[in-house]
């Protein structure tokens, strides 16, 4: 996974609530077995004025210019803000990967579905919930001004503005250690495989109908 | 100190380590695998040089992409006319081959959406944690199991680990007291749920279905309604266990045994909230109020009883909301005010892990049963979520009552609620559908989702537009 520290980018609007992980990846591209090259498909329904096949090459797409990430000032936008309950629907992991690989490394919104919020973190997205009326002024400031930056700072927990300011957000500790350091949780888990072992030694003595019958 | 919740209960006793921080590892007793979220996950534990901690922990079965025309189907995975789909389910043998992981293969009879085959076959049982890549997991819960859906990352991890990362939620009881009215079901039950709480007001929290109503639902309406829990904002969804839940777990092909299955069901006889247990949030509902569902919209929260007329934008409090509306009207070809019994549905679709079992097909069938459907529906597909389910109904008869009312009766899988596979709507068309998600696309490009129950799908087939299934005798 790609570390997180200190991110500056451009900042892109998706300016509608729920927005969910149809939306964002529709089903059809989810018949890859791949978990990369999802980036030109995201947001397909909106972006395209067409209906996208897996596969076929999107640069010959026809794009809906009134798409925001059509138009030529949110060009290379690495920083998404969003609406409240920003991914909800299905679990499917290739919405983060969709973004990730688009080049956004990190979404701000008042609110996030659970299971995608998760991912992120797997990806190395950062997501971040503000107050609402923190998201309406970023909103704000990001149509006012053409070429929006945001620097997020990953390890001082703090979103700098261009005009100076800072907003601080909450991130949960462990994430942010992974995130920081680019882990595999998969490799911090098997740290602890002799407490699994240990619970396991347990747990069959408790529940043995639960061990052995699928084989 | 105040009593467990169900929650708290199944939570305290799969975990492996509290750390510090507020994360646990918690460790999980079954993981289903289906060929959508998985491919991936196998691949990580290659990367890596891992093998799966537990093998006896995991079932596979393939639905998402599966045909479900009979022609099709009989070709098995080779006969898969879409190449990218015969790719993903060929790779799930595979990994489950390399791997030696069991899985329940394509044209077996047992086969199905992997949330209608886990508690089929015994694979699910109360006390559990079940996970899968695949958000209706929650769909467990209604077994007295604490059950959730997760990502791709997840699933390697579980597969590698048989633990997860993860933070407790907070309880929210879901109370619906009283009776239902006839005709009413455990999926309008769900939709009144999200329409009253939102699609994000679960988010955070594990929700515990209880009430009358739910006591006295089957253990088929309790899985209709923990299905839907995702659907508002809650990871998942949990029943209490009752002697419903241990009559239907006896003699399943997975279930325990002999001493076994007495000391199982003594440790699932706990498997409640204690009675001075309290929740961050309570949410009751009485059960006379609830009407048949319709959803207008393109969220399951844009719902209105079947009486109802589509709101109006302009009546919507805020700006966010009036531009919801407002869009949503615009993709669903509806304007304000028009009344619910005047959409005309194109096509039909009764299936998917929330409305697919044999008390689906059995509600569906009984209002359809001596009747043909409208000249103006296009198709109305019937999809049986398990080869069993199928065996059943068939057995029962229901498949002549559906195709001599004009309805198709397929092969199972998830079919038209995602429309991976060549099940879909066209452009512009109107559905009525006993699925999940009425999100823009979800059953087709530009399609148009309304979310019902088993019976309002049948009713509507048979009336060309919505109506209320307790009129439909006079109706039509
Ligand atoms: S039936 Fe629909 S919601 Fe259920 S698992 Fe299949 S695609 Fe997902």
């Given at each position: ?17 729920n ?62 803000l969003?609406?409240e ?9 290739h ?16 609110s ?7 991912n ?29 930056t945001?620097?997020i ?9 261009p ?10 500790p ?5 995130l ?12 602890s ?23 | ?42 691949e ?16 596979a ?49 047992r ?82 749920v ?28 309790r ?7 995702i ?20 003699g ?51 719902v ?11 009546a919507?409090p ?37 409305n ?28 049986p ?28 899988g ?20 006993t ?9 087709g ?29 006079e109706?039509?």
């Open positions: 996974m790609k570390a997180f520290t200190v991110h500056s980018g451009i900042a892109a609007p998706m300016d509608r609530a927005v969910d992980t149809d939306l964002i990846i529709p089903k059809q591209f989810l018949k890859s077995i791949k978990r990369s090259g999802f980036g030109p498909n995201l947001f397909d329904e909106l972006r395209y004025l067409d209906e996208g096949q897996p596969g076929q090459d999107c640069s010959k797409r026809p794009l809906n210019p009134e798409f925001a990430l059509n138009q030529p000032r949110y060009a290379g936008a690495s920083v998404l969003a609406r309950n920003f991914g909800c629907g299905s679990s499917r992991e919405a983060p990967w969709a973004l990730e690989d688009y080049g956004f490394r990190c979404i701000i919104a008042p996030f579905a659970d299971i995608f919020f998760n992120c973190f797997k990806n190395g997205v950062l997501p971040i919930a503000l107050p609402a009326d923190t998201v309406d002024s970023l909103f704000e400031a990001l149509y006012a001004n053409e070429g929006y945001l620097e700072d990953l390890p001082a927990q703090v979103i700098r503005t005009d100076g300011s800072s907003v601080a957000f909450e991130v949960e462990f994430r942010k250690h992974c920081l350091n680019g882990l595999d949780d998969i490799g911090l888990t098997l740290e495989a002799d407490a699994i072992r240990a619970f396991e030694v347990l747990y069959r003595e408790r529940a043995p109908w639960l061990f052995g019958s699928i084989r | 100190m105040a009593g467990q919740t169900l929650y708290d209960k199944l939570w305290q006793q799969h975990v492996v380590e509290s750390r510090d921080d507020g994360t646990a590892l918690i460790y999980i007793d079954r993981h289903l695998l289906h060929e959508v979220t998985s491919p991936q996950a196998f990580g534990l290659r990367l890596a040089g891992r093998q799966p901690w537990r093998l006896d922990a995991n079932l079965v393939p639905d998402h992409n599966v045909p479900t025309d009979a022609a099709e189907r009989s070709g098995g995975v080779d006969g898969i006319v879409d190449p990218v789909s015969r790719l993903q389910v060929k790779t799930l043998d595979d990994n489950c081959g390399d791997f030696n992981i069991v899985e329940i293969p394509i044209n077996d009879r086969q199905g959406i992997v949330h209608v085959v886990g508690p089929e076959q015994g694979a699910t049982l109360p006390g559990m944690t079940v996970v899968c890549g695949d958000s209706h997991t929650s769909t467990h819960g209604a077994l007295g199991a604490l059950a959730h859906g997760i990502g791709t990352s997840e699933v390697e991890h579980v597969l590698a680990t048989q633990c997860l990362i993860t933070r407790k939620m907070k309880n929210m009881l879901v109370k619906v007291d009283g009776q239902l009215q006839p005709g009413v079901s455990a999926k309008d039950v769900a939709l009144a999200i329409g009253r709480i939102g699609t994000a007001g679960g988010t955070g929290y594990a929700i515990e279905f209880g009430g009358e109503v739910v006591r006295k639902l089957t253990m088929e309406g899985m209709t309604l923990c299905n839907m829990s659907e508002a904002g809650a990871r998942m969804g949990m029943v209490a266990v009752d002697d419903t839940t241990i009559d239907y777990v006896k399943r092909p997975y279930a325990p045994t002999g001493e076994q299955w007495e000391q199982a069901v003594a440790a699932w006889r706990e498997l409640h909230s204690d009675a001075d247990a309290e929740f961050d949030t309570v949410i009751e509902l009485r059960g006379e109020d609830i009407q048949p569902q319709v959803t207008w919209g393109t969220s399951p929260e844009m209105l009883p079947v009486d109802g007329s589509v709101p109006d934008p302009e919507q805020t700006a966010t909301a009036k531009e919801a509306v407002r869009r949503a009207l615009e993709y669903m070809g509806l304007s304000a005010g028009q009344k619910i019994t005047d959409i005309r549905p194109d096509r039909v679709f009764i299936g998917s892990c929330t697919s079992r044999i008390e689906d097909l059995r509600a569906a069938a009984d209002v359809v049963r001596g009747r043909k459907i409208a000249a103006s529906i296009k198709q109305a597909l019937v999809v979520g398990s080869g069993e389910v199928k065996a059943q109904a068939e057995a029962e008869g229901l498949d002549r009552i559906f195709i001599d009312a004009g309805m198709e009766w397929r092969e199972p998830c079919s038209m609620c995602l429309a991976m596979n060549a099940d879909k709507l066209g452009a512009g068309e109107h559905c009525a559908s699925s999940n998600r009425n999100f823009e696309g979800r059953q490009f530009g399609g148009r989702t309304h979310l019902v129950s088993p019976a309002m799908a049948a009713a509507a087939a048979v009336a060309g537009h919505f109506v209320d299934v307790r009129s439909i005798a109706d039509v």
